[in-house]
């Protein structure tokens, strides 16, 4: 009898890789899971990260360890994860700027779609127009007033360039037809602090980092971007409601990992976050924040990913925004 020697090296190596997969799959997690957040700590990403790594690893058994990874809206981190492990104890934690990257930043080390999958999404939360109240505007039509008496000399922050905040700041400007100078921070805390010292005019920022201030009184909130009103600031308008149409943004969190993640431990990633995303304790935390669980299948959570996308590289083009 003869062989095909080529072919039976093939099969002894698909069924070795295989046999690893199997064992691979069945001891996860065996390690602390790292959860990567683009953002600084304190940041609406960062606070459901932390939410939800912590149920997380109750029901796991292992640690979540969030670390915080900030800079270029997001793509650094994004990168690394992209190049990291492939056994699913590295994930990325991002929020919607995820989608909007591709779109400004050309020459990415990592390809958004073949690199990374969707794990779930997490949260959506609203993002707030908040001013110092020393600004003494009451509404987003002062703010536009006062963006339009003087073009272009009015600014604004964001988490970084390319990120869920500096996004709808620009679908904002788009709708509100203003003229302002866009500054990028390395997360949400470091453009609130800017914003309360009166150096920066406005900030749509999420509302997870900035409740507590608005109710402290050191933030005046002008607008929500959310289609509707969030319960917890029932009295503040949505930008739609202040009379700019189709200026809506919804900015969500969710899970990623590198594609090459084994699909059962892909699934058993999407399981336990959804496990957690359904404990009472955890949507009181997310609800007191602002935010609302959005748990989605795998596939769900991909097609979402690409709707995104394409929405983003339409705002992108219609501002002309690119990487600074």
Do not use: C
Not at 3 to 13: E, T, Y
Not at 162 to 187: C, M, Q, Y
Not at 189 to 198: H, K, N, Q, R, Y
Not at 273 to 295: C, I
């Amino acid at each position: 009898m003869r062989f095909n020697v080529p072919v039976l090296i093939a099969a002894l190596a698909s069924t070795v890789a295989l046999t690893s997969a199997s064992a691979q799959t069945a001891s996860f997690p065996s390690k602390p899971i790292r959860f990567m957040v683009p953002f600084t700590a304190g940041s609406g990403t960062d606070i459901i990260a932390r939410t939800v790594g912590e149920a997380m690893s109750k029901s796991l058994g292992q640690p979540v360890v969030v670390e915080n990874r900030p800079g270029a809206g997001g793509t650094i981190a994004a990168a690394q994860v992209a190049k990291g492990e492939a056994d699913g104890h590295l994930v990325l934690i991002h929020s919607s700027g995820h989608a909007l990257n591709p779109a400004i930043y050309p020459n990415l080390s990592y390809d958004t779609l073949k690199d990374l999958t969707g794990i779930t999404a997490l949260a959506s939360l609203p993002n707030v127009m908040v001013v110092s109240p020393a600004r003494g505007w009451k509404s987003v039509n002062d703010a536009i007033a006062a963006a339009k008496a003087k073009p272009g000399a009015l600014n604004y922050a964001s988490a970084g360039t390319g990120s869920a905040t500096h996004l709808n700041a620009e679908k904002f400007k788009l709708r509100a037809g203003i003229d302002a100078v866009h500054i990028p921070f390395k997360g949400t805390p470091e453009a609130v602090t800017e914003i309360i010292g009166g150096r920066i005019d406005w900030f749509f920022a999420p509302l997870a980092s900035t409740l507590p201030l608005i109710r402290e009184g050191k933030l005046q909130a002008l607008a929500v971007s959310t289609p509707t009103r969030t319960p917890a600031l029932p009295d503040i308008p949505t930008t739609v409601e202040a009379g700019l149409a189709d200026s809506s943004y919804v900015f969500w969190v969710g899970m990623i990992a590198p594609s090459g993640v084994p699909a059962a431990i892909q699934q058993r990633l999407n399981d336990e976050a959804r496990k957690a995303l359904a404990s009472p304790e955890v949507r009181e935390r997310m609800a007191r924040a602002g935010a609302d669980a959005l748990p989605m299948s795998i596939t769900e959570f991909n097609a979402f990913i690409r709707a995104e996308m394409e929405s983003a590289a339409q705002i992108a083009k219609a501002a002309n925004l690119k990487a600074q």
